[in-house]
Protein backbone atom coordinates (compact mmCIF):
# COMPACT_ATOMS: atom_id res chain seq x y z
CA UNK A 1 0.00 0.00 0.00
CA UNK A 2 0.56 3.24 -0.22
CA UNK A 3 0.29 6.72 0.47
CA UNK A 4 -1.12 20.51 5.63
CA UNK A 5 -0.45 23.97 6.88
CA UNK A 6 0.36 22.79 10.75
CA UNK A 7 1.94 19.97 12.31
CA UNK A 8 0.39 17.62 14.68
CA UNK A 9 2.18 14.94 16.24
CA UNK A 10 0.52 11.95 16.96
CA UNK A 11 1.57 8.16 18.32
CA UNK A 12 4.06 7.76 15.72
CA UNK A 13 6.31 10.73 16.51
CA UNK A 14 5.40 10.11 20.33
CA UNK A 15 6.97 6.43 20.25
CA UNK A 16 9.80 8.00 18.30
CA UNK A 17 12.07 9.27 21.06
CA UNK A 18 13.69 11.70 18.90
CA UNK A 19 10.95 13.34 17.44
CA UNK A 20 9.85 16.96 17.24
CA UNK A 21 7.48 17.63 19.93
CA UNK A 22 4.34 19.32 18.39
CA UNK A 23 4.88 21.83 15.90
CA UNK A 24 6.93 21.76 12.63
CA UNK A 25 9.74 22.84 14.39
CA UNK A 26 12.71 23.71 12.17
CA UNK A 27 10.69 23.08 8.85
CA UNK A 28 9.95 26.03 6.42
CA UNK A 29 9.20 26.35 3.09
CA UNK A 30 12.57 27.42 0.81
CA UNK A 31 14.84 25.68 3.88
CA UNK A 32 17.66 25.29 1.28
CA UNK A 33 17.24 28.86 -0.75
CA UNK A 34 20.87 30.16 0.69
CA UNK A 35 22.58 26.85 1.88
CA UNK A 36 21.55 25.50 -1.07
CA UNK A 37 19.22 27.59 -3.82
CA UNK A 38 18.71 25.14 -6.71
CA UNK A 39 17.78 22.05 -3.98
CA UNK A 40 14.18 21.88 -5.31
CA UNK A 41 14.72 22.48 -8.89
CA UNK A 42 17.43 19.93 -8.97
CA UNK A 43 14.71 17.37 -7.64
CA UNK A 44 11.99 18.54 -9.74
CA UNK A 45 14.28 17.97 -12.67
CA UNK A 46 15.73 14.66 -11.79
CA UNK A 47 11.96 13.06 -10.80
CA UNK A 48 11.12 14.66 -14.07
CA UNK A 49 13.75 12.59 -15.81
CA UNK A 50 13.63 9.77 -14.21
CA UNK A 51 9.94 9.25 -15.08
CA UNK A 52 10.09 10.13 -18.81
CA UNK A 53 12.74 7.45 -18.37
CA UNK A 54 11.48 4.66 -16.44
CA UNK A 55 7.77 5.68 -16.26
CA UNK A 56 6.75 3.71 -12.32
CA UNK A 57 9.29 5.76 -10.42
CA UNK A 58 7.14 8.35 -9.99
CA UNK A 59 4.63 5.73 -7.73
CA UNK A 60 7.76 4.74 -6.35
CA UNK A 61 8.22 8.01 -4.31
CA UNK A 62 4.56 8.58 -3.47
CA UNK A 63 4.87 4.88 -1.39
CA UNK A 64 8.37 5.45 0.19
CA UNK A 65 7.25 8.71 1.62
CA UNK A 66 4.38 7.02 3.26
CA UNK A 67 6.30 4.34 4.18
CA UNK A 68 8.81 6.22 5.71
CA UNK A 69 6.59 8.79 7.83
CA UNK A 70 4.15 6.11 8.62
CA UNK A 71 6.92 4.30 10.97
CA UNK A 72 7.70 6.57 13.69
CA UNK A 73 8.59 9.42 11.65
CA UNK A 74 9.67 11.21 8.15
CA UNK A 75 13.40 10.50 8.68
CA UNK A 76 14.34 8.34 5.62
CA UNK A 77 14.23 5.36 8.07
CA UNK A 78 13.01 3.53 5.21
CA UNK A 79 16.15 3.85 3.24
CA UNK A 80 18.71 2.20 5.71
CA UNK A 81 20.06 -1.26 4.95
CA UNK A 82 20.56 -3.93 7.35
CA UNK A 83 23.75 -4.11 8.82
CA UNK A 84 25.07 -7.31 10.93
CA UNK A 85 27.78 -5.16 12.96
CA UNK A 86 25.39 -3.43 14.27
CA UNK A 87 22.45 -5.28 14.76
CA UNK A 88 20.35 -2.66 12.73
CA UNK A 89 17.42 -4.75 10.25
CA UNK A 90 16.64 -2.51 7.40
CA UNK A 91 12.49 -1.85 7.65
CA UNK A 92 12.46 -2.52 3.66
CA UNK A 93 12.91 -6.09 4.60
CA UNK A 94 9.58 -6.44 6.51
CA UNK A 95 6.40 -8.11 4.97
CA UNK A 96 4.41 -4.35 4.59
CA UNK A 97 7.44 -3.15 2.21
CA UNK A 98 6.74 -6.48 0.04
CA UNK A 99 6.64 -4.98 -3.88
CA UNK A 100 8.64 -1.53 -3.09
CA UNK A 101 11.40 -1.17 -5.72
CA UNK A 102 13.19 2.31 -7.59
CA UNK A 103 15.48 3.25 -4.57
CA UNK A 104 18.33 3.00 -6.83
CA UNK A 105 17.25 6.09 -7.96
CA UNK A 106 17.11 7.72 -4.92
CA UNK A 107 20.77 8.11 -5.70
CA UNK A 108 20.56 9.29 -8.95
CA UNK A 109 18.52 12.54 -7.43
CA UNK A 110 20.89 12.63 -4.21
CA UNK A 111 23.96 12.62 -6.80
CA UNK A 112 22.38 15.37 -8.64
CA UNK A 113 22.04 17.38 -4.93
CA UNK A 114 25.34 16.80 -4.49
CA UNK A 115 27.27 17.96 -7.13
CA UNK A 116 25.76 21.31 -6.43
CA UNK A 117 26.21 21.32 -2.74
CA UNK A 118 27.92 18.34 -0.65
CA UNK A 119 26.66 17.10 2.25
CA UNK A 120 23.26 19.62 2.46
CA UNK A 121 20.40 18.20 1.73
CA UNK A 122 19.40 15.51 3.73
CA UNK A 123 17.36 12.20 2.39
CA UNK A 124 14.02 12.41 4.27
CA UNK A 125 14.10 15.89 2.21
CA UNK A 126 14.74 14.12 -0.69
CA UNK A 127 11.62 11.59 0.12
CA UNK A 128 9.54 14.65 0.66
CA UNK A 129 10.02 16.93 -2.28
CA UNK A 130 10.12 13.59 -4.57
CA UNK A 131 6.94 12.27 -3.25
CA UNK A 132 5.69 16.07 -4.16
CA UNK A 133 6.57 16.29 -7.50
CA UNK A 134 6.01 12.66 -8.34
CA UNK A 135 2.57 13.05 -7.77
CA UNK A 136 2.57 16.26 -9.85
CA UNK A 137 4.38 14.68 -13.12
CA UNK A 138 1.48 12.39 -12.46
CA UNK A 139 -1.03 14.57 -13.22
CA UNK A 140 -1.61 15.06 -9.53
CA UNK A 141 -1.95 18.51 -7.92
CA UNK A 142 1.29 21.04 -8.68
CA UNK A 143 3.14 23.53 -6.63
CA UNK A 144 2.06 21.41 -3.07
CA UNK A 145 3.64 23.68 -0.28
CA UNK A 146 5.95 21.23 1.24
CA UNK A 147 8.59 22.83 4.22
CA UNK A 148 11.70 21.29 4.41
CA UNK A 149 14.58 21.08 7.02
CA UNK A 150 14.39 17.34 8.20
CA UNK A 151 17.45 15.70 9.21
CA UNK A 152 17.78 11.77 8.49
CA UNK A 153 17.65 9.26 11.50
CA UNK A 154 20.34 6.90 12.70
CA UNK A 155 17.64 4.18 13.86
CA UNK A 156 15.47 1.62 11.68
CA UNK A 157 12.29 0.51 13.31
CA UNK A 158 11.82 -2.90 11.21
CA UNK A 159 9.92 -4.24 14.05
CA UNK A 160 7.04 -1.53 14.19
CA UNK A 161 6.54 -1.46 10.74
CA UNK A 162 3.79 -4.13 10.45
CA UNK A 163 2.04 -2.00 13.23
CA UNK A 164 1.94 1.28 11.91
CA UNK A 165 1.49 -0.18 7.80
CA UNK A 166 -2.41 -0.69 7.40
CA UNK A 167 -2.39 -4.16 5.41
CA UNK A 168 -4.66 -4.48 2.24
CA UNK A 169 -7.51 -6.15 4.29
CA UNK A 170 -7.38 -3.84 7.57
CA UNK A 171 -10.65 -2.63 8.95
CA UNK A 172 -11.46 1.52 7.82
CA UNK A 173 -11.04 2.03 11.59
CA UNK A 174 -7.32 0.53 11.58
CA UNK A 175 -6.82 2.52 9.20
CA UNK A 176 -8.16 5.37 9.92
CA UNK A 177 -6.44 5.04 13.63
CA UNK A 178 -3.09 4.33 11.85
CA UNK A 179 -3.43 7.46 9.55
CA UNK A 180 -4.68 9.65 12.43
CA UNK A 181 -1.87 8.94 14.33
CA UNK A 182 0.16 11.21 11.31
CA UNK A 183 -2.44 13.70 11.86
CA UNK A 184 -4.21 13.05 9.01
CA UNK A 185 -7.85 13.02 9.06
CA UNK A 186 -11.01 10.94 7.67
CA UNK A 187 -11.18 13.36 4.45
CA UNK A 188 -6.97 12.65 3.84
CA UNK A 189 -6.96 9.17 4.02
CA UNK A 190 -9.71 9.35 1.52
CA UNK A 191 -7.53 11.63 -0.32
CA UNK A 192 -4.19 10.10 -0.14
CA UNK A 193 -5.77 6.64 -0.82
CA UNK A 194 -6.56 7.85 -3.76
CA UNK A 195 -2.98 7.10 -4.58
CA UNK A 196 -4.14 3.71 -5.37
CA UNK A 197 -5.46 5.33 -8.65
CA UNK A 198 -1.70 4.73 -10.10
CA UNK A 199 0.43 1.63 -9.66
CA UNK A 200 0.08 -1.57 -9.17
CA UNK A 201 -1.33 -4.39 -7.18
CA UNK A 202 0.41 -8.10 -6.78
CA UNK A 203 -1.82 -10.89 -7.45
CA UNK A 204 -1.03 -12.47 -3.59
CA UNK A 205 -2.82 -9.22 -2.07
CA UNK A 206 -6.06 -10.11 -4.27
CA UNK A 207 -6.40 -13.68 -4.24
CA UNK A 208 -8.60 -13.56 -1.16
CA UNK A 209 -10.91 -11.41 -2.87
CA UNK A 210 -10.94 -13.77 -6.25
CA UNK A 211 -11.13 -17.56 -4.74
CA UNK A 212 -12.73 -19.38 -3.58
CA UNK A 213 -15.23 -17.03 -4.60
CA UNK A 214 -15.65 -13.55 -6.15
CA UNK A 215 -15.94 -10.98 -3.55
CA UNK A 216 -19.99 -9.94 -3.18
CA UNK A 217 -18.64 -6.58 -2.85
CA UNK A 218 -16.58 -6.82 -6.20
CA UNK A 219 -18.44 -6.14 -9.54
CA UNK A 220 -18.80 -9.40 -11.27
CA UNK A 221 -17.18 -8.52 -14.49
CA UNK A 222 -14.37 -6.81 -12.31
CA UNK A 223 -13.90 -10.21 -11.05
CA UNK A 224 -13.43 -11.81 -14.18
CA UNK A 225 -11.38 -10.15 -15.38
CA UNK A 226 -9.01 -9.83 -12.06
CA UNK A 227 -9.23 -13.82 -12.27
CA UNK A 228 -8.00 -13.43 -15.82
CA UNK A 229 -5.00 -11.50 -14.53
CA UNK A 230 -4.39 -13.64 -11.36
CA UNK A 231 -6.00 -17.10 -12.42
CA UNK A 232 -4.97 -19.35 -9.10
CA UNK A 233 -5.25 -19.03 -5.85
CA UNK A 234 -1.99 -20.18 -4.50
CA UNK A 235 -0.51 -16.54 -5.89
CA UNK A 236 2.52 -16.27 -3.46
CA UNK A 237 5.35 -13.93 -3.01
CA UNK A 238 8.61 -13.92 -4.91
CA UNK A 239 12.20 -12.43 -4.36
CA UNK A 240 12.31 -10.88 -7.45
CA UNK A 241 8.66 -8.68 -7.83
CA UNK A 242 9.56 -8.56 -11.70
CA UNK A 243 7.79 -12.51 -12.43
CA UNK A 244 5.08 -11.42 -9.83
CA UNK A 245 1.75 -11.33 -11.64
CA UNK A 246 -0.11 -8.64 -11.09
CA UNK A 247 -3.31 -6.13 -11.56
CA UNK A 248 -3.12 -2.50 -12.62
CA UNK A 249 -5.01 -0.72 -9.59
CA UNK A 250 -6.96 1.62 -12.87
CA UNK A 251 -7.72 0.39 -15.74
CA UNK A 252 -8.73 3.63 -17.37
CA UNK A 253 -6.58 5.88 -16.10
CA UNK A 254 -3.45 3.46 -15.01
CA UNK A 255 -0.44 6.16 -14.84
CA UNK A 256 -2.86 9.31 -13.94
CA UNK A 257 -3.58 10.62 -10.03
CA UNK A 258 -6.66 11.39 -10.84
CA UNK A 259 -10.56 10.25 -9.00
CA UNK A 260 -10.64 7.31 -11.23
CA UNK A 261 -10.29 5.44 -8.15
CA UNK A 262 -13.02 7.04 -6.29
CA UNK A 263 -15.65 6.59 -9.27
CA UNK A 264 -14.74 2.68 -9.33
CA UNK A 265 -15.36 2.50 -5.52
CA UNK A 266 -18.95 3.61 -6.34
CA UNK A 267 -19.22 0.97 -9.01
CA UNK A 268 -17.64 -2.13 -7.05
CA UNK A 269 -14.14 -1.81 -8.60
CA UNK A 270 -11.84 -1.46 -5.64
CA UNK A 271 -8.78 -3.19 -6.33
CA UNK A 272 -7.89 -3.89 -2.38
CA UNK A 273 -10.26 -4.92 0.21
CA UNK A 274 -9.23 -1.93 2.21
CA UNK A 275 -10.00 0.84 -0.90
CA UNK A 276 -13.63 -1.04 -1.34
CA UNK A 277 -14.44 -0.70 2.45
CA UNK A 278 -14.14 3.65 1.98
CA UNK A 279 -17.22 3.41 -0.13
CA UNK A 280 -19.43 1.84 2.35
CA UNK A 281 -18.29 3.48 5.74
CA UNK A 282 -20.23 6.36 6.66
CA UNK A 283 -16.87 7.78 8.24
CA UNK A 284 -15.39 7.49 4.34
CA UNK A 285 -18.39 7.03 2.09
CA UNK A 286 -19.34 10.77 1.89
CA UNK A 287 -16.07 12.20 1.13
CA UNK A 288 -15.53 8.97 -1.14
CA UNK A 289 -18.80 10.38 -3.08
CA UNK A 290 -17.44 13.89 -3.57
CA UNK A 291 -13.92 12.75 -4.75
CA UNK A 292 -15.88 11.16 -7.01
CA UNK A 293 -17.37 13.78 -8.22
CA UNK A 294 -14.90 16.47 -8.23
CA UNK A 295 -10.88 15.74 -9.38
CA UNK A 296 -9.97 19.42 -8.39
CA UNK A 297 -11.36 18.42 -4.91
CA UNK A 298 -9.71 15.45 -4.59
CA UNK A 299 -6.38 17.52 -5.85
CA UNK A 300 -6.85 19.96 -3.12
CA UNK A 301 -7.40 16.99 -0.20
CA UNK A 302 -4.78 15.16 -1.40
CA UNK A 303 -1.90 18.05 -1.12
CA UNK A 304 -3.39 18.92 2.25
CA UNK A 305 -2.89 14.96 3.38
CA UNK A 306 0.30 15.02 1.50
CA UNK A 307 1.99 18.30 3.47
CA UNK A 308 0.78 16.81 7.00
CA UNK A 309 1.84 13.47 6.18
CA UNK A 310 5.07 14.41 5.11
CA UNK A 311 5.63 16.57 8.98
CA UNK A 312 5.22 13.47 10.88
CA UNK A 313 7.70 13.88 13.55
CA UNK A 314 10.56 15.09 11.54
CA UNK A 315 14.16 15.33 13.27
CA UNK A 316 15.25 18.89 13.07
CA UNK A 317 17.89 21.47 14.34
CA UNK A 318 20.71 19.22 15.92
CA UNK A 319 18.64 16.18 15.97
CA UNK A 320 19.91 13.00 13.55
CA UNK A 321 22.21 13.95 10.58
CA UNK A 322 22.65 14.13 7.06
CA UNK A 323 23.68 10.78 5.99
CA UNK A 324 26.78 10.58 3.33
CA UNK A 325 25.20 7.56 2.13
CA UNK A 326 21.60 6.59 2.47
CA UNK A 327 21.95 3.07 3.33
CA UNK A 328 24.18 3.66 6.69
CA UNK A 329 24.58 6.00 9.68
CA UNK A 330 27.70 8.69 9.35
CA UNK A 331 30.59 6.79 11.00
Not at 33 to 53: T, W
Not at 190 to 219: F, K
Amino acid sequence: MILLCCFTTGANAAAGGGASSGSSGGLKLNYYSESCPRAEEIVKEQVRRLYEEHGNTAVSWLRALFHDCAVRSCDASLLLETDAASGLVSEKSSPRSFGMRNFKYVDAIKAALERACPGTVSWADLLALAARDGAAVLGGPADVPVRTGRRDGTESYYADAERYIPDHNESVSAVLERFGDMGVDAEGVVALLGAHSVGRVHCNNLAARLYPAVDGAMDPAYGAYLRGRCPTADATVESDTRDVAYARNDRNTPMLLDNMYHRNLLKGRGLLLVDQRLASDPRTAPFVRKMAADNAYFHEKFADALVRMSENGPLTGDQGEVRKDCRFVNK
